[in-house]
Nanobody
């Protein structure tokens, strides 16, 4: 069982920056693909950025060039650096750990951290 704890959210002005962190415990962090998702009020949860166990990354078109995902396997932590934030980035951001092991698909979620972009 993997536990995920997000931190780093808060209130920021447009064009500002935040760095989210997700600390993992209870599993072999390095073998999991990690992702950041977000959910705005009245909207479905969407993938923001993902990073595989080998370090390959992918981003939603809406955040390309502004957000960067990174992982530190020694610290069991995944980060999301968010720059040039826009009001439409306002959402609860969730950390996800994903692993396909044989016929088993495992997904774990954190409780989320609120990001509010407003003047």
């Amino acid at each position: 069982q993997v536990q995920l704890v997000e931190s780093g959210g808060g209130l920021v002005q447009p064009e500002g920056s935040l760095r989210l962190s997700c600390a993992a415990s209870g599993g072999i962090f390095s073998i999991y693909s990690m992702g950041w998702y977000r959910q705005a009020p009245g909207k479905q949860r969407e993938l923001v950025a993902g990073i595989t166990s080998r370090g390959s990354t992918n981003y939603a078109d809406s955040v390309k060039g502004r957000f960067t995902i990174a992982r530190d396997n020694a610290e069991n932590t995944v980060y999301l650096q968010m720059n040039s934030l826009k009001p439409e980035d306002t959402a609860v951001y969730y950390c996800n750990a994903h692993l396909i092991w044989g016929a088993s698909i495992n997904d774990y979620w954190g409780r989320g951290t609120q990001v509010t972009v407003s003047a």
